[in-house]
């Protein structure tokens, strides 16, 4: 899938979202225009993310055309248990090259980074592996509060490389500061807190893409 033109990232994180602000707060990523959506439920066991996946997925039938498409984080049955589903795996999880492998060619697959020596590696991959690859986090988040913030001079790194396929920002960015991520020459960012913890997801989005845009 082409995600050339996509912009923002957005991630429905248990962590962040309740069960039962689970499908309103997924509607209000699609209608705020996010490019893309991950549904991530790291501390849930096998059922729950079933039972997670299984409440939104009628938000991505309803105009498939229109709609973002929707990867799962890190749980390879899952994602293999609907198609079209894409996943996105972290350096710890399963390999890109057998998650590629087990996907086939034409689902999403995402790969994190976290440094000059990893994201070498996931543009060597290239796109007959990768659609795209993260790096983060750029800026310090209770998200991911085991990994060291990378900073924006990794992120000037990978713009400069110019890769052939999108890699998106993450970390601690939110709309006070995705001006310094943009001067550093990125436009996809991906932005979990400023968004979820906003009352109105969806304006939030639509805020953020603005930024991301001018």
Known sequence: MDLSQARFYAILDTGYVPRSRWSKVCRALIDG??????????????????????????????????????????????????????????????????????????RILGLSTHSREQVAR?????????????????????????????????????ANLRPEFPFFCIGGINRGNVYQVVAAGVRRVVAVSDILCDPYPAAAVRAMRTLLES
């Not at 894409?86 to 996907?103: K, S």
């Not at 290239?126 to 990794?154: C, I």
Request: hydrophobic share 40%.
């Open 122 to 158: 996931a543009i060597a991959l290239g796109t007959g592996v990768l659609s795209y690859f993260a790096v983060g986090p750029v800026f310090a988040t209770l998200t991911k509060p085991g990994y060291r913030a990378v900073g924006l001079e990794l992120v000037a790194h990978v």
């Open 33 to 106: 225009g996010a490019d893309i959506i991950q549904m991530r439920a790291k501390t849930e066991r096998p059922p729950e993310r079933r039972a997670l996946l299984e409440e939104i997925l009628p938000l991505f039938s309803e105009t498939r055309s229109t709609t973002p498409p929707l990867v799962i984080n890190d749980d390879i049955d899952l994602a293999l248990s609907h198609p079209g589903l894409g996943l996105h795996v972290g350096q710890d999880d399963m390999p890109a090259t057998e998650a590629r492998r087990l996907l086939g060619p034409d």
